[in-house]
């Protein structure tokens, strides 16, 4: 597991090494839409959000 933390140091949510989300949906939501930086807990990297809030239905749509 990984922390994700804001500016702070805060652990606002956890993921998987594979950067799965497990926990603090809201948490990051939250952060994120108030234009707080995330980082990895562990590395110190920037979090990239987008790749959380992208939906899989947004890929495939196709029109009749």
């Known amino acids: 597991m990984r922390n994700i933390v804001n500016e702070a140091g805060e652990i606002v949510a956890k993921a998987t090494h594979d950067g799965t989300l497990v926990g603090g949906h809201h948490r990051i939501a939250v952060a ?6 995330l980082v990895w807990q562990d590395t110190g990297e920037p979090v990239n959000l987008e790749a959380f809030f992208r939906h899989p239905a947004s890929f495939h749509r196709h029109t009749a």
């Open 32 to 37: 994120a839409s108030l234009g707080q930086k």
